[in-house]
């Protein structure tokens, strides 16, 4: 890989890492830290591989969280990003040309929406998706699932990393800083459970304003009929259904989950692929429901106020804009699952012959490996399975050169090749030998 040289390229990871300890904590960037001994820092991404200051190339399932689904560098992605960069970086309050046409691609692309709003990230379409349902029907609780991410603010905080069963509906936060106040505005739900999820809105419908659902929670699927049951009992009790799209959009289908499983709901929330990679995020929803973020409505009761300097920025724009372009291509998704099955059914063949008594789960474009016997139905079922063998396993793959954190559901991207699948079945037949 050729590389104009940059200040980073002349440090090695060791100076890097003294100047990280010192500055990051944890030398982090939030949410996730290596082991000292596996622990790199990334210098470039192109295609499926990821390499690091110090020259070492991995097979990357991470996929910058989910956002990269047509891999790093894709060219047509970066030919965007210059072109529309010399023009400016960034500007405010009125519209920009690249945001307004992304808003119309994401109209005619997500089933639910007939109007769009921008955010920055994924964390703040979920929180302006449940503010928008809070204010258009003045109801101030959310139901959510046990284990369900749906990003870093307060809301989202509650039964987010759970370790042992809620008392349903009861919700607590499983982190600090969080303000117990916030406890009675939101409900607690096991995913897949349609029994328990009506028994809660028989006696919450009156002031609950929506249900907030992963279409795939991680990397749990949904039962047939699952999500399905969630727009009747929200149409029964009188609550609006957001689909949380942030990893599913454009993921699971060009229209994501909403067409993947043919149910739309009211609201749904985006980021990462819609930015290609870049800083960007959306709500779409129905138009009576998305007006109220007009600003026209200012200092009435059903304004939902949405702001934020980098709303609708238009160098996420165009890499979103160029991103969904390829994903329209003919037959995208067919070969992108496709080989996908075959990789998942490759890593199977190597834990078979093995003899790990672990499973590959996942569909379409998400895997994991748990030490289960059978596909987890809800987060219980996840933390069920043998948690240490397979972290092991997974810092085993990246010891070996592939890129995945651990316990951490991953994914393909259109970019993975031939090559990469054989230094993946390498890596993981050297980290099953580990194990037994
Ligand atoms: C389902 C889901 N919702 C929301 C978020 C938050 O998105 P962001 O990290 O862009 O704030 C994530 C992030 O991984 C997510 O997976």
């Known amino acids: 890989m050729s590389h104009a040289a940059s200040a980073t390229d002349r440090q090695n990871e060791d100076d890097l890492y003294a100047i990280a300890e010192a500055t990051l904590p944890g030398a982090s960037l939030g949410g996730y830290s290596l082991p000292k001994d596996l622990r790199f820092i990334i210098r470039e991404g192109r295609g499926g591989r990821l390499v690091s ?29 210059k072109e529309r960069a010399s023009k400016g970086l960034h500007f405010f309050g009125t519209l920009n040309d690249a945001a307004v046409e992304l808003a119309d691609v994401l109209v005619t692309a997500i089933p639910c929406a007939e109007r769009i709003i921008f955010t920055t990230t994924g964390s703040e379409a979920t929180a302006y998706a449940m503010r928008i349902a809070r204010a258009v029907t003045g109801k101030p609780k959310i139901l959510k699932f046990e284990g369900a991410y749906h990003g870093n603010h307060d809301y989202a905080s509650f039964s987010q990393f759970p370790v042992r069963p809620a008392n349903y509906p009861s919700a607590t936060s499983d982190i600090g800083g969080v303000p117990e106040a916030l406890q009675d505005t939101m409900l607690i739900a096991p995913y897949n459970d349609l029994e328990t999820v009506e028994s809660i809105l028989s006696e919450h419908a009156g002031d609950t304003a929506a249900i907030i659902v992963e279409p795939v929670q991680r990397i749990i699927f949904p039962k047939l009929g699952f999500l399905d049951g969630l727009r009747e009992l ?28 043919g149910v739309t709901p009211d609201l749904a929330s985006y980021g990462k692929i819609v930015g290609g990679g870049g800083p960007l995020g959306c709500v779409g929803g129905r138009a009576d429901l998305l007006d109220a973020t007009n600003p026209n409505r200012k200092g009435r009761a ?135």
């Not at 009790?237 to 909403?258: H, M």
């Not at 990789?343 to 590959?360: C, E, K, S, T």
């Not at 399975?385 to 954190?405: I, K, T």
């Open 302 to 436: 059903d304004y939902a106020y949405v702001n934020g300097t980098l709303h609708g920025n238009p160098i996420a724009a165009v890499a979103g804009l160029a991103t969904l372009r390829v994903l329209q291509e003919p037959d995208f998704y067919q070969n992108f699952h496709t080989r996908a099955d075959r990789f998942r059914a490759a890593f199977v063949d190597v834990l078979a012959r093995q003899g790990l008594p672990a499973l590959v789960a996942g569909q379409a474009s998400f895997w994991q490996l748990l030490f289960t016997d059978a596909p987890p139905v809800n987060q219980m079922d996840v933390l069920a399975s043998d948690q240490s063998r397979s972290s092991a396993l997974d810092l085993s793959l990246l010891r070996n050169g592939v890129y995945v954190l651990p316990n951490v559901r991953r994914f393909f991207s259109a970019a993975h090749t031939e090559e990469d699948l054989e230094v993946t079945l390498s890596a993981l037949e050297t980290a099953c030998k580990a194990q037994v």
């Open 234 to 261: 929200a149409d029964k009790y009188g609550v609006l259904l957001i689909f949380d799209e942030v990893v599913t959009g454009f993921r699971l289908s060009y229209g994501g989950a909403q067409d993947y499983y």
């Open 53 to 81: 200051v110090e020259g070492r190339e991995y097979v990357d399932y991470v996929c910058g969280a989910g956002a990269t689904i047509i891999g790093h560098g894709h060219p047509a992605v970066i030919e965007a990003v």
